[in-house]
């Protein structure tokens, strides 16, 4: 059964950083695009980030661009976020994703869905 694992979420301040990772297995994962999304209380949860499958495209969310980084090592079946210049309004629960219906910088569906990580940022 394919398992996607999220860690490294918790409490930060406004400005700080964090850094999530994610790691897949019993999938192929050098075959699917991955990603990140988030879902705040009360809200439907919304993309943040794709990264395709070789890792050489990437789509970021406007409220994203400049602060969150993600990268994958194909070697190790694990993809990163890596969070900088936090605000409370990044407060959310932030989910892994696989896909293999991304291309260019539509994410079509979601295959495999993390059981997601708490990033609480405080003011």
């Known amino acids: 059964q394919v398992s996607l694992v999220e860690s490294g979420g918790g409490l930060v301040q406004a400005g700080g950083s964090l850094r999530l990772s994610c790691a897949a297995s019993k999938l192929t994962f050098s075959n699917y695009a991955m990603g990140w999304f988030r879902q705040a209380p009360g809200k439907e949860r919304e993309f943040v980030v794709a990264i395709s499958r070789s890792g050489g495209n990437t789509v970021y969310a406007d409220s994203v661009k400049g602060r969150f980084t993600i990268s994958r090592d194909n070697g190790k079946n694990t993809v990163s976020l890596q969070m900088s210049s936090l605000k409370p309004e990044d407060t959310a629960v932030y989910y892994c994703?696989?896909?293999?219906?991304?291309?260019?910088?539509?994410?079509?569906?979601?295959?495999?869905w993390g059981q997601g990580t708490q990033v609480t940022v405080s003011s």
């Open positions: 994703a696989a896909t293999r219906g991304f291309e260019g910088t539509t994410w079509y569906r979601t295959d495999y």
